[in-house]
């Protein structure tokens, strides 16, 4: 499966942004979809994942509360939303596919910068 990361940029502290990850290639259903960033200097980290049945969510501590991930099965995509956004949000955020039944998450986008700044 092959996956496309988009909807990145600048946003202020408090602001919203939302994620999308296209994916093509695959079979959509088969996949559990996990979202992750690398902060500037820093090593990449879990930030949540959407069972392939969309029934399941598990997020980071950092963002649980925050952020929301769901899945649209009719146009093969995730979503990553985020809300009440922090500078340490700061990173390159990338989404990645676990087929079912895998072994974790073999399928990584090219990852989408999002800044947090004043």
């Known amino acids: 499966v092959q996956l496309q990361a988009s909807g990145g940029g600048l946003v202020h502290p408090g602001g919203s942004l939302r994620l999308s990850c296209a994916t093509s290639?695959?079979?959509?259903?088969?996949?559990?979809m996990g979202w992750f960033r690398q902060p500037p200097g820093k090593e990449r980290d879990l930030v949540g994942y959407?069972?392939?049945?969309?029934?399941?969510?598990y997020y980071a501590d950092s963002v649980k509360g925050r952020f929301t991930i769901s899945r649209d099965t009719a146009k093969n995509t995730v979503y990553l939303q985020m809300n009440s956004l922090k500078p340490e949000d700061t990173a390159v955020y990338y989404c990645?596919?676990?087929?079912?039944?895998?072994?974790?998450?073999?399928?990584w986008g090219q990852g989408t910068l999002v800044t947090v700044s004043s």
């Open positions: 290639g695959g079979t959509f259903s088969s996949y559990t």
């Open positions: 990645a596919a676990a087929l079912r039944g895998g072994l974790g998450f073999g399928s």
């Open positions: 959407i069972s392939w049945s969309g029934h399941s969510t």
